[in-house]
C-alpha cells in the first residue's frame, strides 16, 4: 500500500481518462466512474456526520460502513467480479430495526434539521439515493450492452443504507431528547386573515 500511495499524482488522468482494477482505461465522466464517486462523496458526507457527537452504537456502526462504502467502490471498480458480500445487507436490516425499535411511530413525513447531526445524516441519505440512481443507471447500461453485470447486493446495500441513514437523523434526536421537524400541511398557505 505505501508504495501504491506513495506518488498522488501520475499525469495518467490529464487525458480525462481513469483506469479501473481490472486493467483497462474509461472516461472520467463514463457512468461507472460517476458511480464510484458518487459511493465517495457519500462516505465523505458520513465522516463529516462523525465529527458530530454521535451516540454509541451508531458512531461504531458508522465507521463499519465506510468500510463497506470503500469495500462497495472497489466492487465497482472490479466490474465482471462480485466482491461485496451480502451479509453486510443483512447487518443493515437489523441496525435498521434495533435503531427504529425507540422511535416513536411517524405520522408525518420529516424534514431535515432539528440539529447539525441529525441534519448530515439527511444529507448523507439523499447523497446515498443518487448514488443508488446511479448504480440502477449503470446496471441498467450494462444490461443493455451486454457488459459485465452490476451485482445485485450493491443495489440491495444501498437501498438499505438510505433507510438506516434516515433512522439514524431520527435515532440521534431520540438520544439528544430533540423533537424532529415535522412538514405540515398546507404550511405556506396565507390564513383566512391575509397574514
Known amino acids: 500500500m505505501a508504495n501504491r500511495l506513495s506518488t498522488i499524482t501520475t499525469r495518467t488522468g490529464d487525458d480525462g481518462t481513469t483506469g479501473l482494477a481490472v486493467g483497462h ?54 466490474p465482471g467480479f462480485d466482491v461485496f458480500p451480502e451479509k453486510a445487507v443483512e447487518r443493515l436490516d437489523k441496525l435498521i430495526a434495533d435503531f427504529n425499535a425507540p422511535l416513536k411511530r411517524l405520522e408525518e413525513f420529516i424534514l431535515p434539521g432539528g440539529s447539525r447531526a441529525s441534519a448530515y445524516a439527511h444529507i448523507a441519505r439523499t447523497v446515498c439515493r443518487r448514488a443508488e440512481r446511479s448504480l440502477v443507471a449503470l446496471k441498467e447500461k450494462a444490461e443493455k450492452q451486454k457488459d459485465a453485470e452490476t451485482p445485485e447486493v450493491l443495489l440491495h446495500y444501498l437501498n438499505r443504507l438510505s433507510d438506516l441513514l434516515f433512522v439514524a437523523a431520527r435515532w440521534i434526536h431520540h438520544q439528544a431528547g430533540v423533537t424532529d421537524v415535522l412538514w405540515h400541511k398546507g404550511f405556506n398557505k396565507p390564513d383566512i386573515q391575509g397574514d
Open 25 to 78: 482505461r474509461v472516461m472520467k465522466c463514463d457512468l461507472r466512474v460517476q458511480t464510484m464517486g458518487d459511493v465517495d462523496e457519500l462516505n465523505s458526507h458520513i465522516g463529516l456526520l462523525l465529527t458530530e457527537p454521535i451516540p454509541e452504537p451508531l458512531n461504531t456502526e458508522l465507521i463499519r460502513i465506510q468500510h463497506d462504502l470503500f469495500d462497495l467502490g472497489a466492487a465497482l471498480c472490479m
